[in-house]
């Protein structure tokens, strides 16, 4: 082990009450994420408390002058997409900040730590009938951690919004060793945190000078799509109308590059008693912005997609999504016979849209759904099914979810890389964005499966590759050179949900340009000024940086 490493392992040790590895399979365990990379850290910290995050900040900044490299980047579950979880440096589990600290009912929110899976914690709000709304696709693997490092978004985002609507306060320990909560403050309480003449102090002057003074250029920055990921949100950090300023906003998407998450306060919502599904299968995309005009107009709570490449891969493997939905040996079979049947006689779609409705009045979702049939009945390259039940809306969110994952589980030497995995332009574009996207990638012959948030435009593309050839690594940018120019030439942005990690962030000065570029340098400096936060990621990050530490297994 390297001396320098030794004696900080040696100092952490003796300084905090959490654990501290160097073993080999821990290591191991944390070189990797879900996404395309490998960086394998020096040491693993398991922290108990807020306080020992603490100690370890003030033993970093002890150390930084003499280990330049030194840095911590936390996780929680590991299934970042974008690299944002790896480091070579220190890596922070936050496996023990797995508690829900406070439970609201009658208020609709909650106090929940970093380190508590989704999964955890839908089996507390199941009971109250309640839901956090702005779950991604990977909820029963993800953590807090991530959902809210990532500003993450998913099917139901069409009608309630991002991470970043339901996040009220957030506690984050900084780059000084202390904790600090951050909320929407109004004028006279900014000004009371202005005139302190500490970090945080220096902070909100910092923040609010540097954002008042570019309001009119980051204005008009602001992408005209309705999810954002990409770079970090100065948009909603000053709301002029409402004369307040909520730096919270600023940490909700910054995947860790700015402070450490110790708690989040979130907003629940109640769930509805009822849902109903159609399901929506096109032969082609002629006439899509109006079938998504139709469709919208009946406020769906979801609008759904997914690809031919993923429902082919549904039907090959069917026995594997009918046991994630927990059937018996003898039904699986028939669990996916309408699907069978429905390509049987109509061949095999090129895109199937996943229409959800969720009322109290069993009586509305009906209405809606033959009111939309209707309505979709004079399109020629359609064809249409009605979810029976639950189990069947059930069947066909499996299908949407669990895809990336049964990718990773099933198809020998090849490996799911997410590298264009989150893009999204205005609905309005897709009939003729989506064509342009389908060519660049059948042209460097890639396996790969598409499904989106019809309704916002967002799509994830996920190719399968063997990554232990060379020519398939060097594939990786030159095809993102290629899908990001043209996202970023219909006005879209590269990442809606999964963040920039390592795969983006080369990437954000071209999308926003330069000005806007040097405001999120400013933020990074102004909040992590010796950059000792998740480096690499955000600010500073080249493609062959980026590429180098693409994983050959």
């Not at 929680?76 to 600290?101: E, Y």
């Not at 995995?421 to 064509?435: A, H």
């Not at 990690?501 to 400013?522: A, D, H």
Request: aromatic share 10%; with cysteine.
């Amino acid at each position: 082990m390297d001396s320098n490493i030794d004696k900080l392992k040696t100092e952490i040790e003796q300084k905090i009450k959490g654990e501290v590895s160097v073993d080999k399979d821990v290591l191991d365990f944390h070189s990797r994420d879900t996404s395309i990379f490998k960086q394998k850290p020096s040491l693993v910290v398991f922290p108990h408390s807020s306080k020992d995050i603490e100690i370890l900040i003030e033993i970093v900044n002890k150390y930084k002058d003499e280990m330049n490299n030194l840095s911590i980047t936390a996780r929680s579950g590991g299934t970042c997409m974008s690299g944002g979880t790896i480091t070579d440096s220190i890596a922070l589990d936050m496996k023990h900040f797995n508690r829900i600290k406070q439970f609201s009912e009658d208020n609709l929110s909650a106090i929940v730590e970093p380190g508590l899976y989704y999964r955890d914690f839908e089996k507390e709000t199941d009971k109250h009938n309640l839901v956090y709304p702005a779950y991604p696709a990977s909820k029963n693997i993800c953590a807090f951690g991530g959902i809210v490092s990532n500003n993450s978004g998913g099917e139901k985002s069409l009608n309630y919004g991002k991470t970043q609507n339901f996040v009220d306060e957030l506690d984050m320990i900084l780059s000084d060793g202390k904790e600090y909560s951050f909320k929407e403050l109004g004028e006279e309480e900014l000004n009371k945190k202005m005139e302190q003449k500490d970090f945080e102090g220096d902070i909100y002057r910092k923040t609010f000078k540097l954002l008042n003074d570019n309001n009119d250029l980051i204005k008009k920055s602001k992408p005209n799509v309705s999810k954002n990921s990409s770079g970090y949100n100065i948009w909603d950090v000053i709301n002029k109308e409402k004369k307040t300023f909520n730096l919270s906003q600023i940490f909700i998407g910054a995947q860790g590059t700015l402070g450490i998450m110790s708690e989040a306060k979130i907003r629940l919502i109640e769930k509805k008693k009822y849902e109903g599904m159609l399901v929506v299968f096109m032969d082609s995309f002629d006439n899509l912005p109006q079938i998504i005009n139709d469709v919208l107009k009946y406020k769906p709570e979801s609008f759904e997609s997914f690809d031919n490449y993923t429902f082919k891969l549904a039907l090959k493997f069917f026995f594997a999504f009918s046991k994630l939905l927990g059937s018996n040996i003898l039904k699986m079979p028939f669990e996916f016979l309408p699907e069978f049947l429905l390509v049987l006689r109509n061949g095999m779609p090129k895109l199937i849209l996943l229409v959800e409705f969720n009322e109290n009045d069993k009586s509305i979702i009906e209405k809606n759904i033959q009111s939309l049939k209707k309505d979709l009945s004079s399109y020629k390259n359609i064809y249409m099914r009605e979810a029976k039940n639950e189990r069947d809306v059930d069947k066909y969110f499996a299908i949407r979810r669990e895809s990336f994952n049964l990718l990773r589980q099933r198809i020998k030497n090849l490996k799911s890389a997410p590298f264009i995995d989150d893009i999204i332009v205005r609905p309005e574009n897709l009939p003729e964005f989506l064509p342009k996207i389908y060519e660049i990638l059948d042209s460097e012959k890639l396996l790969y499966t598409v499904a989106g948030h019809m309704g916002d435009g967002n799509f994830h593309i996920i190719p399968l590759m063997d990554l232990r050839k060379k020519e398939e690594r060097d594939k990786i940018f030159r095809i993102a050179d290629k899908v990001y120019s043209l996202v970023l030439s219909y006005k879209g942005v590269i990442t809606a949900e999964h963040n920039d990690g390592l795969i983006r962030s080369p990437y954000l000065e071209q999308e926003y340009g330069v000005e806007i570029y040097n405001i999120f340098k400013e933020i990074k400096n102004i909040l992590d000024p010796r950059n000792i936060f998740n480096p690499n990621k955000k600010i500073g990050v080249t493609k062959e940086f980026s590429n180098s530490l693409i994983s050959e297994d």
